[in-house]
Structures are given as structure tokens and as C-alpha cells.
């Protein structure tokens, strides 16, 4: 089994930028899908962005094309989520997802670990 942990989270204005950061355990993280998905309050959890062995090999949800970045660096078991000009409907706790034994796309069912999230929040 993996353990999944995000860091980064926090508190700021409409505009600003955040980098969020998903820390998966395992000797075979290279190969991992991990994905970025995230809930609002009284709305459904849903698809952010996910990156496969491939770093090149990224989808983002339609609303964060051009302000999302996701990456990995493989050293140091990591996946990251670059989020720039930020408005308060991004607002959510974002949650890391990971599938260790093949490919996923934008199913969080097709995500069996997932970490506890952490809270974004901006304001206007």
C-alpha cells in the first residue's frame, strides 16, 4: 500500500499563487499516476490535473488550463501542483490520488490511495 500526503495548502488573495505538494511512499514512485482532484464546500469533488510516468503526459480540467502546472520529481517522490492567478472559485481542500499499478485519467475511482487533502482558500 502507498501513503499519501499533500502539503502547501493556505490562506490568500484572488491573484496570488500557491504550490502544492503530494508526498507518495514506495520504491516504484517513477511509475506511479498521481492526480490532483478537489472539493468545494456543497459541491461534488472533481478532476484537477493528473501526470503519469511521463512528465509530458498531462491533462487539466478546462477552468485551469494556462494557470495549473503539475510535475514531478521523481527523487524526491514528489508531485507538485503550480496553481497562479487564483480566484476564490478555486477555492476547495485538494486532494492527492495515486494509482501504483498502471495508468489513470479523470476517474477518481481509478485512484486507489489517496491522501487526507489540504485546504486553499482565496479570497476576493
Known amino acids: 500500500q502507498v501513503q499519501v500526503v499533500e502539503s502547501g495548502g493556505g490562506l490568500l488573495q484572488a491573484g496570488g499563487s500557491l504550490r502544492l505538494s503530494c508526498a507518495a511512499s514506495?520504491?516504484?514512485?517513477?511509475?506511479?499516476?498521481v492526480g490532483w482532484f478537489r472539493q468545494a464546500p456543497g459541491k461534488e469533488r472533481e478532476f484537477v490535473a493528473r501526470?503519469?510516468?511521463?512528465?509530458?503526459?498531462?491533462i487539466y480540467r478546462d477552468s485551469v488550463k494556462g494557470r495549473f502546472t503539475i510535475s514531478r520529481d521523481n527523487a524526491k517522490n514528489t508531485v507538485y501542483l503550480r496553481m497562479n492567478s487564483l480566484q476564490p472559485e478555486d477555492t476547495a481542500v485538494y486532494y492527492c490520488?495515486?494509482?501504483?499499478?498502471?495508468?489513470?485519467?479523470?476517474?477518481?475511482?481509478?485512484?486507489?490511495?489517496w491522501g487526507p487533502g489540504t485546504q486553499v482558500t482565496v479570497s476576493s
Open positions: 501526470i503519469i510516468w511521463n512528465p509530458d503526459n498531462t
Open positions: 490520488a495515486v494509482r501504483s499499478d498502471g495508468y489513470a485519467e479523470i476517474d477518481p475511482h481509478e485512484y486507489p490511495y
Open positions: 514506495g520504491r516504484t514512485f517513477n511509475l506511479y499516476t
